[in-house]
């Protein structure tokens, strides 16, 4: 492969788990709740993962790696399900502030994922030797004969099926939220929870639904980093800041899963960037490293300049609502 090709397979791969968060942020945003606890559940969703894989592979002699795959999913899902129903009790039953919750999910997520990754790593020999690679090798399969095509196999068909899981969820997110009555009522409420609640539709359902499943979303971009991107291996801090790029995408989006694919994958691309140009310092690799920030900033200027309805964020986003002040 050219320096082109291989540079925009890394920039795929360094998308979608980019592109999972912002899945699972634009979901529960569209119902008015701003998540900040995204990076957190992708920390509770990677090591859940880690930690199902670990104690499957050495339980039986002879692992599986699909069944390995399953349960490591399924772990996924279980903890960053976990920070999701906590963070919805807070911020829609009890009305806590929603910054700070989840900015308190987040710190609590990243020290969750960091204290059993390492302690585990500890079991597993020393720190940074923690590796379930039996069961990785399941997420990092590649699709057979296709990705063995010249150029366009290695570029479209060498990634694991989390990757193209990825795309369809987005597509079906899309199709959800714009094409459906249900995806109808749930932006309704985040236009106005109470002219929602006036019409019918059941606010504290829709909001505990989107933003679980909005949680759950986040954690299978941290099961993604953790077996896929980095095959089965822990590393402290490992996953950085790309829990914020994953909120930061959603501004850059609009709001829209489709815009997030391709948005995704040019914050993976600008991401990695720095490797790409030779003899920069250490402080100019932290400069391109702040580049997808800055392209959303430009873009958040931009929309808010043209003050289209559409490119705005949902009106009543980071507002609790008390159904008895409606009226």
């Known amino acids: 492969m050219n320096l082109i090709s291989v ?3 890394k920039a795929i791969t360094q998308g979608i788990p980019l592109l999972f968060g912002a899945n699972g942020e634009i979901l529960t945003e569209k119902t008015g709740n701003l998540n900040l606890g995204v990076p957190g559940m992708m920390y509770m969703g990677g090591v859940g993962g880690l930690i199902g894989a670990f104690l499957y592979e050495n ?44 900015l308190a999910l987040t710190t609590f997520g990243m020290g969750f994922g960091n204290f059993f990754g390492g302690s585990l790593s500890k079991l597993a020999g020393g720190v940074g030797q923690l590796s379930t690679a039996t ?31 990825c795309i369809i969820l987005t597509v079906a997110l899309s199709f959800f939220l714009f094409k459906t009555r249900v995806g109808l009522n749930l932006r ?44 089965g291996t822990w590393v402290n801090n490992g996953f950085g800041d790309r829990g914020w790029l994953a909120v930061a ?43 997808p920030y800055v392209v959303t900033i430009v873009v958040l200027v931009i929309t808010s300049l043209r003050k289209k309805r559409e490119d705005q964020p949902p009106a009543s986003l980071g507002l609790a609502y008390f159904r008895e002040s409606r009226g």
């Open 7 to 9: 540079f925009l397979q």
């Open 59 to 102: 339980s039986v002699a002879a692992p599986i790696p699909f069944v390995g795959m399953l349960i490591a999913t399924l772990c996924a899902l279980v903890c960053s399900c976990l920070g999701a129903v906590i963070y919805s009790v807070l911020t829609i039953t009890l009305r806590a502030n929603q910054n700070v919750t989840g």
């Open 135 to 165: 069961t990785a090798s399941a997420f990092r399969a590649r699709i057979p004969v296709l990705s063995e095509l010249p150029f366009v196999g290695e570029l479209l068909f060498s990634y694991g099926w989390l990757t193209y899981f």
């Open 188 to 231: 309704a409420i985040g236009e106005s929870a109470a002219t929602a609640d006036a019409a019918g539709i059941n606010v504290s359902r829709y909001k505990y639904i989107a933003t679980i499943i909005g949680g759950m979303m986040a954690g299978l971009g941290g099961l993604y980093f953790v077996m896929e991107y980095t095959g």
């Open 249 to 291: 995408l959603v501004i850059f989006a609009r709001w829209r899963p489709l815009n997030a694919i391709w948005g995704s994958f040019l914050f993976g691309g600008l991401y990695i960037l720095y490797i790409y140009v030779p003899g920069l310092t250490r402080d100019m690799q932290e400069i391109f490293k702040a580049l």
